[in-house]
Nanobody, 117 residues
Framework: QVRMLESGGGSVQAGGSLRLSCVAS????????MAWARQAPGKGPQWVSG????????YYTSAVKGRFTMTRDNTKNTVYLQMNDLRIDDTALYYC??????????WGQGTQVTVSS
């Protein structure tokens, strides 16, 4: 059974930083790329970032490029999302997903990020 446990969200002021973590289990973590996605209130899910199996290739949506950094630690079955210079429109529920099932498949509860002015 796949499990994703996201953490690290919170409330911050614009310009602040947060570091999200996601611990994955129940499948071959090292066999698949991973992604972070988010869903803002009243909107559909949005892909944010993706990382290859070995962590060498990382991709970002243009809205977060230069501000967010995604990494992974295959020894801990964990992916991270370092978020700097947060903006109000980064406010959303963030969740991690694997490439096996697709980025739109949300297995965990997600972690809420709220950015205020």
């Amino acid at each position: 059974q796949v499990r994703m446990l996201e953490s690290g969200g919170g409330s911050v002021q614009a310009g602040g930083s947060l570091r999200l973590s996601c611990v994955a289990s129940g499948y071959d973590f090292m066999g698949y790329g991973m992604a972070w996605a988010r869903q803002a209130p009243g909107k559909g899910p949005q892909w944010v970032s993706g990382i290859s199996r070995d962590g060498k290739h990382v991709y970002y949506t243009s809205a977060v490029k230069g501000r967010f950094t995604m990494t992974r630690d295959n020894t801990k079955n964990t992916v991270y999302l370092q978020m700097n210079d947060l903006r109000i429109d980064d406010t959303a529920l963030y969740y991690c997903a694997n490439d096996r099932d697709g980025w739109e498949k949300r297995w965990g509860q997600g972690t809420q990020v709220t950015v205020s002015s």
